[in-house]
């Protein structure tokens, strides 16, 4: 019996493939029409090892993409002969010799899978030679090469996911469960409940992997509103969260967060000058924030790729369910040289991009336009680009008057009236919310309540 001389580490070089499967998928597509769409939801051309499969197969889908023709031997190397490919497709006997290798194509998706697994496994193997190589060049930034590298990683996730139809007779039994669960827990919302019950009845909540952006002028209550969804979402339900505050530090963050919760004077807390009584609330409050599963990032002049990396950190370790940004006006690109409408057309596409990658709500905050103010605010008030306005699923404007802030040789009133407005929603109706904008607690509250 002759000995296998082959070196074991020179057989690790071979990436994987199973041209027996390669062979079987196709053969079976030859002998049933039916099977070419069901492979089409797994393969693509290049995930073929054999480039003469490959380019059988590329025939195959030309022939089904031409009105549905049927892919045989005959019309296959008719294709092939007429695309100049006949001879580096095997030739006429080899395509004649796949249908011998399966008797049916009853087996088309497990040889598609086996193919399509193969494929990824190569790829991978490709990303990890491109991020070693990336690794060696030292005049890239060690951020942009993470980036770069996660960018590989989550390209190949994106690669396994597969289009498929489903029947009624699979669905509506998860949609009687999924019924059933929402009766049980008494919730009419199908995403992360704001808190804001009339708000969450427009939105049933905000929804996984949309982008929600919420605009207004300044010191109308951006970050404040934000950080009471936060805080319903992760102190009041327990959801995990992530708040980025690229303007205020993540101890001024917490600070707020403490007079809304204990209601204690924000500026007595920045001051020192809190009363006795106070300290009792200050301390349940704080007790119950400690708890709470929020994370904030505070990183002021935050590039684009870092926001990214942190995100997906965050999603992956501590299983984040909503992304706040306060706010997306002050993201930074790498190149700063493009032009400020062309960054922010960039960020708020990755912003949209990095909600559906992540499959949960990115919420940013916008500054809208100087000629907005004292005006109810519409779409065309978000600064920078029409492009934030395009991407998001959903857009609110906070919007009140001055006037009602200051009233000279009045005290300042305990609740000011603030309109939320919905201005787009893709999957649901726009109208406006009404809230209580406390300013003595940087707190929102429903005017119901």
Request: aromatic share 6%; with cysteine.
């Amino acid at each position: 019996m002759p000995r296998n001389t082959a070196s074991p580490s020179i057989k690790d070089k071979i990436p994987p493939h199973n041209e027996d499967a390669e062979r079987a998928a196709l053969g079976a597509m030859l002998l049933d029409s039916e099977a070419t769409p069901a492979a089409q939801q797994y393969l693509r051309p290049e995930d073929f090892y054999s480039t003469a499969n490959g380019r059988v197969y590329k025939a195959i889908l030309a022939l089904y993409d031409d009105g549905g023709k049927k892919a045989d031997i005959i019309t296959v190397r008719d294709a092939l002969l007429q695309a100049g490919d006949l001879e580096a497709a095997g030739g006429e006997a080899y395509i004649a010799s796949l249908t011998d290798v399966v008797p049916t194509s009853a087996n088309i998706e497990y040889y598609a899978q086996i193919v399509q697994d193969c494929a990824l496994r190569r790829a991978l193997i490709h990303a990890a030679s491109k991020i070693s190589a990336y690794s060696y060049d030292i005049s890239e930034d060690s951020s942009i090469l993470l980036e770069k590298a996660q960018q590989l990683i989550f390209d190949l996730t994106d690669r396994k996911r597969t289009l498929n139809f489903r029947s009624v007779h699979e669905t509506v039994p998860e949609a009687i469960d999924r019924i059933e669960k929402l009766f049980h827990s008494k919730s009419a919302f199908t995403g992360v409940p704001s808190g804001f019950e009339e708000l969450d009845r427009m939105t049933s909540g905000f929804q996984n992997a949309e982008m929600i952006v919420i605009g207004a002028r300044p010191s109308i209550g951006k970050t404040a509103f934000a950080l009471n969804i936060a805080a319903n979402v992760s102190v009041q339900n327990r959801r995990p969260a992530a708040f980025f505050t690229l303007e205020m530090t993540d101890v001024a963050l917490a600070t707020r967060l403490i007079s809304s919760e204990a209601h204690v004077d924000s500026n007595s807390l920045k001051t020192g000058f809190v009363k006795q009584s106070d300290f009792h609330r200050i301390l349940d409050a704080a007790g119950r924030i400690y708890d709470a599963p929020l994370y904030t990032v505070d990183m002021p002049n935050m590039k684009l790729l870092d926001l990214r990396t942190q995100a997906r950190r965050l999603r992956s370790m501590k299983q984040i369910e909503i992304i706040f940004i306060d706010y997306l006006g002050l993201i930074s690109m790498e190149d700063n040289r493009m032009p400020r409408f062309e960054q922010v057309s960039e960020i708020s596409r990755s912003l949209k991009g990095l909600a559906r990658e992540l499959n949960i709500p990115v919420v940013a905050l916008s500054q809208i336009g100087r000629p907005s103010e004292g005006a109810r605010p519409n779409l065309a008030s978000l600064r920078d680009s029409g492009a934030v306005e395009q991407d998001a699923d959903v857009v609110m404007f906070l919007h009140r008057e001055r006037k009602q802030e200051v009233q000279t040789g009045e005290p300042a009133p305990e609740v000011i009236e603030t309109e939320l407005i919905i201005a787009k929603q893709r999957n649901g109706p726009v109208g406006t919310v009404t809230l209580g904008f406390r300013p003595k607690y940087t707190e929102f509250v429903s005017m119901a309540k």
